[in-house]
């Protein structure tokens, strides 16, 4: 049996990851395949926690002249559709899951408390975060590093719909040039769009490993745990 690299882990999906191209908000079958990857990671003995994005419904900057703060309320709360979504796969894969929102909402899921967080993990349970940090200005990508700090995740894996860190955006540049390993101060002295900066700045001040890699292959989660050799690594000096 593969022995997992990691114990306890923070998976970041993006809105775009569990639409997966399809017409529509969520792409059920996808996130099924998700939800039996996940499950093979926690019957490894992996803790696994997981904080979505809702790029597939709304995002703040998709509000145009609305005032930001209203915006990006509406992009939280659909955060949590797509959590309470995620959160019925992986029951139906025989996990047993539960969602935290970082705003109360007590007839839908509980709210976010570290140490209930933890204890969960602890019990094997899957953790879906929803709502972001509950204020506006600041983008799931931070919500996950600021989560994985608290919940005591060894890492972020950032689940994105490109395999890898590049010097450029490859889809652009033909030339760009995938990187497997980086600083997080090689990624904001170069201004890569990894993820947003205050994320990155984070990560750094607070010692949290980022593995990036693509979600071509819902597998690639699976892989990744055990030690496979993709994506980039962001990380200290």
Not at 76 to 87: R, S
Not at 157 to 166: G, R, S
Request: charged share 25%; hydrophobic share 45%; glycine share 8%.
């Amino acid at each position: 049996m593969e022995t997992p690299i990691y114990k306890r882990v923070l998976l970041k999906l993006s809105g775009e990851a569990i639409s997966n191209g399809k017409d529509g908000i969520l792409n059920f079958d996808y996130i099924s395949e998700i939800a039996r990857i996940i499950k093979k990671c926690v019957d490894s003995k992996v803790e696994v926690a997981v904080l979505v994005g809702a790029g597939n419904i709304w995002r703040g900057r998709s509000g145009g002249d609305m005032d930001r703060v209203k915006a990006d309320h509406m992009g939280m709360l659909a955060t949590c559709i797509n959590a309470i979504a995620l959160q019925e796969a992986f029951i139906r894969a025989g996990l047993d899951a539960i969602v935290m929102t970082s705003v109360e909402m007590s007839a839908f899921a509980k709210q976010f408390v570290r140490d209930d967080a933890i204890k969960a993990l602890s019990e094997g349970k899957v953790v879906v975060f929803g709502g972001g940090l509950g204020i506006p200005f600041v983008s799931t990508d931070t919500a996950s590093v600021v989560r994985a700090a608290e919940i005591g995740a060894e890492v972020v894996l950032m689940a994105k719909n490109i395999d890898a860190i590049y010097t450029a955006d490859p889809r652009k540049d033909k030339n760009a040039q995938k990187i497997s390993s980086i600083t997080y101060k090689e990624v904001l002295a170069r201004g890569l769009q990894a993820m947003d900066s205050t994320a990155t700045s984070f990560a750094m001040d607070n010692n949290i490993s980022i593995h990036v890699f693509g979600l071509d292959n819902c597998e690639n989660i699976y892989n990744v745990i055990m030690g496979a050799k993709m994506g980039t690594v962001v990380k200290g000096e």
